[in-house]
């Protein structure tokens, strides 16, 4: 917009001293021409020669700039460091301002604590320059040179200490020194104690130690009361308890909180060195004070007990009786409350209430430990959901951070915190459910019961739904990373939830969110954990339909985005699948991405090919891998974006090198992490087949038990046929024993020589016995005996005729055995007879109906074995007589 001369007489005074602003002449450089000589140093020189030429005569930011480079050049060089650059350093501490000295101390920290030097070469040089400025008159500067001087005692042996550490202690722990030298010699005193042995720190440094306990401000007395643990861990228990333990209980009831608050938290650090005796006779006299005279104790100092009340109560426990343990546990109830409960029920806002409320919170999991998880609804629950529901969002977070500990030490009654779990997920403030996500798996291993056979019931329906409305409110906020936390820790209910609760609830969501978020990190940790849904899910339908709709959504979706994720998702199926499995569902989808339109598409293409070709292994996979290779060549060949071109080309030469840089040892790692999964997989497949077969096991057990009641009358009515049966066919079969007893009697036998025909139509006579009725039976065999006999008598004459052979001397052994056989077929005829009398009376028991027919069935089979063998041998008897007789004529 161009103004016209009449217009800027009119303008504003403000818009014309802006164009002035604008039309004022620009400064080309910051610094002047002697500025930048005066800058500019020679570039042959050597890190060396550069730090001595800058301290010398450079300026002082190049000066800082070189003594915060420090202890590069000391990892460097370290000879030619401390021989050159050192001294200059020395040099130019003296005088210098505040800057310069705060680089140096930090530098000697760094260099001290990273160990680059050696201890005893060049330590001591260093602890000259600190000490030179310990006694700086800023505090700021005093501290920093103390740190380092604590750092550096570590690495000092014991007599450069005692030489130039403990005379200048003992000369500043006077009171005519400053209140912070005196300070820092009780820092020094209680770094020293641990590097010397009892008897010295009892000889040298004891009476040093009892007079600061004394000292005349409160400052030093607190500073000293809190290095008495380490002079106590150094000198052990039995002489702290006649040297230092009256000092601190002397400390514990000073005038000043600072020291009593310093005393208190020693002792209370010191409890686990402490006997049953002591802690009965000066720690638990001392809490009871305290707790006694709560409403006159200071808030500082309520609020450090409130830090420490769980550690304390927890190391108390088998010291103090049922009353103390009711008013130790009564304290921490009205401190749980601390500041809500005021006159006119107004909140108080006090930092220090709301401090006492958030140390509660923190000491929950010891005092559960404490009162005993059997007792936590009726004396701590009323506490923990007054901290749940608390109005400070610090304190609720705080609840929040600490709830998956008291949840697992409540174990099988977890469910009793479950609405406070509810609440917390859904909560206003995000803080609060990210403090609670830091936990969650080990939250809901709890909560959650185990197996596939869980019900869905109104609690688990409240706490899938609350889970579901957070992660919504968290996606509709801008906090992205809290979202990929939620979708990370949401993972685990693939071990948790049945396959079928998690495909119907959240296995949507998640795929939602995988198509439709924008922010690429959420996406990532949704496609993991859909693919952990899709992994252990159970069911054979499911899965394929995840997988399809994975495919005809990313893989072949409109949106080049889409396809994009669907190449996120194959480098993430990489690490959740088995090669198998991945190769049969993933891999042949993204290798048709080598024909997308996009050339973005294509580029994340040649990024993943290392990674499915890692995936392939010979020759199982070898159509597979010639197809990889035919999408290379298409890229190589057809490519015509010049970013494509290059990353094929650099992929191309990584497939070269895969199976030759890549180690045997790691290669076979890696093949047993895929036996693992793919075992994992197969078990989850039959799994899936067992449980079909117990359904359909239960299918059939259910028709099984209606065809026996169906078939329990008719099996009635077979056991009487079968009777019928065997009564009748035993008639026709004496009388044909009688026949063969005359013609046994009346001619000479002789050996048959082919028996196998008779003894395969054996099983068809079995058959025949126990399928048909009485009269249908006995046609049938009086037709087969006689074709058995014409075959076998055509049989008998064709070997007699061939080899004719006269057998005399068997012929009473043979006729033995037919008289047994007489025998033992009347005896099964009165088997028979027996068994029909028993059907008869047992036809009204319906469970035993079965077993009987069994028995008639059997009976009835020995008894057509009998009968075939008795016939076989008549027949045989007439053969053998009608060949005697024919070689006679």
Known sequence: MTLSPPSLLCAPPEELQELAFIERPIRRSLKTAEEIDQLTVDEDL?????????????????????????????????????????????????????????????SFLTILQDDIILIHTHTYSILKTVLLHLNHRDTVLSNAWLETLLSAINALPKETIKQEV??????????????????????????????????????????????????????????????????????????????????????????????RLAAFDTIINLMEMMDADDRLH?????????????????????????????????????????????????????????????????????????????????????????????????????????????????????????????????????????????????????????????????????????????????????????????????????????????????????????????????????????????????????????CTFLRYNRKQEQRQEMMERLVQALALGRSYWNRLRFLDVCEVATE????????????????????????????????????????????????????????????????????????????????????LSEPFQKRQERDLLDQKKEKEETLLLEMEQLERQQSDGKLSSDKHTERKRRDSKTSLSSTKSMSVSSSAAAPSSSKEVRKAKLSRSRSLSSQPTTSKPVNSDRPLKVKDLSSSSGSGKSSMLSSKDDSMRTAHFTMTTQSTSSVPVLIRSKTTSLLDRASTLDHRTSTLDHRNNMVDHRTSTLDQRDHRTSTLDQRSKTMDRGCGMKESQSRRLSINRKSSSFSVQSGRD
């Open 576 to 659: 959740i699948f088995s090669r198998k499995y991945f190769n049969k569902h993933f891999l042949i989808p993204a290798l048709e991405l080598v024909h997308d339109p996009v050339a973005n598409v294509r580029y994340k293409l040649c990024q993943l090919l290392p990674r499915l070709r890692s995936s392939l292994r010979l020759p199982a996979d070898k159509l597979l891998l010639q197809k990889l290779d035919f999408c290379v060549q298409k890229l190589l060949c057809r490519e015509k974006d010049k970013d494509v071109v290059a990353t094929i080309r650099k992929t191309v030469l990584e497939l070269d090198k895969l199976d």
């Open 46 to 106: 050597n890190d060396i020669e550069r730090a001595v030429y800058l301290l010398s005569v450079g300026q002082e930011v190049q000066r800082v700039s070189v003594i915060s480079n420090l202890p590069s050049l000391v990892r460097q060089n370290p000879a030619e460091t401390f021989r050159r650059v050192v001294p200059k350093v020395r040099e130019v501490l003296n005088g210098a301002g505040v800057e310069i000295l705060l680089a140096a101390a930090s």
């Open 166 to 259: 403990l005379n200048p202690l003992l000369y500043q722990s006077q009171l005519s020194h400053s209140v912070q030298a005196r300070m820092a010699s009780c820092r020094i005193l209680g770094k020293v104690a641990s590097k010397f042995d009892s008897h010295t720190v009892k000889k040298e440094l004891m009476p040093l130690t009892r007079s600061l306990c004394e000292d005349v401000e409160s400052e030093v007395r607190a500073c000293m009361c809190r290095q008495l643990e380490s002079i106590t861990r150094t000198i052990g228990m039995d002489d702290a308890r006649t040297e230092l333990l009256p000092e601190l209980v002397e400390l514990a009831g000073d005038e000043e909180s600072i020291v």
């Open 282 to 530: 000066v720690v638990v006299p001392m809490v009871m004070a305290v707790c006694d005279a709560a409403s006159q104790v200071d808030e500082v100092v309520m609020a450090s007990l409130s830090f420490q009340y769980g550690k304390l109560c927890s190391g108390l426990a088998g010291s103090l009786s049922d009353e103390q343990k009711g008013r130790l546990l009564q304290r921490f109830k009205l401190m749980c409350v601390a500041g809500l409960q005021t006159e006119g029920n107004q909140i108080d806002g006090n930092d220090k209430s709301t401090l006492i409320r958030c140390n509660c919170c923190y000491n929950l999991p010891a005092m559960v430990v404490f009162v005993d998880s059997a007792h936590f609804q009726s004396d701590l629950y009323p506490s923990f959901s007054s901290l749940c529901s608390d109005p400070e969002v610090s304190v609720r977070q705080s609840a929040a951070a600490s709830f998956h500990q008291v949840v697992k030490l409540l174990a099988s009654n977890a469910h009793v915190v479950q609405k406070e779990l509810l609440l917390l997920l859904q909560d206003d403030a995000l803080e609060v459910l990210d403090a609670l996500m830091n936990h969650f798996e080990e939250t809901l291993e709890t909560v959650l019961p185990r197996g596939e056979n869980l019900t869905l019931d109104n609690k688990l329906s409240d706490l899938l739904s609350a889970m579901l409305l957070a992660e919504q409110r968290v996606g509709c906020s801008l906090r992205w990373r809290l979202h990929e936390k939620l979708l990370q820790r949401y993972s685990c209910l693939a071990r948790l939830l049945p396959g079928e609760l998690l495909h119907q609830s959240f296995s949507p969501r998640i795929f939602i969110i995988l198509t439709t978020n924008k922010v690429l990190p959420v996406q990532k940790e949704a496609a993991r954990t859909f």
